[in-house]
């Protein structure tokens, strides 16, 4: 069922729980991998609206997200600029706290307003009760399949300071004039960075990155160090060290692996790719493969980015 109001999410919300039909919610379901069919009632959340008033931003759930970064830019606002061409809907970006090339999308929400799914009540909740974290919020946890985000408040700034922290983006801004570089110039350059290291969804279904970076403290980073000196890391506020998964997976040789139509993405390790008719469990049984030639090999655990539906 497409909705298109919070008053119709109530409505379609009640009409489940009087047919006693579990309900799945979805936006783009560029970032979900379904496991099975789906039973009961799916609501596809497609509100619509983007207001701007000063350096706050106000933007329903069913806004396309690259849309939104684009039309903050245009109003002279900056901070979404590194999360250009992210697919996907402004609704599920707090889900997965969305990040890229050195920014994340916490840094950025004042409020998420969502609807209870079992009273139907209007909830707000504040930076901290969404408990951000890597690629994680409460919404992936306590409030999974309990709450309807139906619009993101973020607080922006019209002064501009570039975050060009990452490899490609500085090599980048050498070829650069650093005093005159833009919000809107590096939006274009990380849309041409991901169009070129990224498969395109809408050529090849790919839900993007698949696994998680894994992070580890000091010590356990030290130690990999020396067992595999080539092995790319970046340390963390809190001391502790993200390494590239999508380097662990390739120093196996596992692009090219396949399962069915499901396949590592000769573009990118680290996305999973359906060549033809794979099916979501095609998927998962590619992704647990990888697991398990990353644990053996390097004794490290890869966590599923994607939400998995099921």
Known sequence: ???????????????????????????????????????????????????????????????????????????????????????????????????????????????????????????????????????????????????????????????????????????????QAPENITAEQVSRAVAEIRQKKLPDPAVIGNAGSFFKNPQIDADHWRQLQQDFPGLPAREQADGSWKLSAAWLIDSLGLKGLKVGDAAVSDQHALVLVNSGKATGQDILVLARQVQQQVMNRFNLPLEIEPVVVA
């Not at 560029?30 to 009632?41: I, M």
């Not at 207001?51 to 759930?61: I, K, L």
């Open 1 to 175: 069922m497409d909705v298109d109001s919070d008053a119709e999410i109530v409505e379609a919300l009640s009409y489940a729980r009087q047919h006693r039909w579990p309900v799945t919610v979805l936006g783009g379901g560029s970032n979900s991998v379904l496991a099975q069919d789906l039973a009961g009632l799916v609501i596809c959340v497609g509100t619509r609206g983007i207001d701007v008033t000063g350096e706050r931003v106000v933007a329903a759930a069913g806004e396309p997200w690259d849309k939104l970064v684009r039309q903050t830019i245009a109003a002279g606002l900056s901070g979404l600029e590194n999360l250009t061409l992210i697919p996907g809907l402004v609704g599920a970006a707090p889900i997965q706290n969305i990040g890229a090339y050195g920014v994340e999308l916490a840094a950025m929400v004042e409020t998420v307003h969502a609807i209870d799914m079992d009273t139907g009540q209007a909830l707000v909740l504040s930076n901290s009760d969404c408990q951000f974290g890597y690629r994680d919020s409460i919404f992936k946890q306590a409030l999974r399949q309990r709450v309807i985000i139906t619009r993101v408040c973020l607080r922006l700034n019209r002064d501009f300071s570039p975050q060009l922290d990452y490899a490609d983006l500085q090599r980048w801004q050498v070829l």
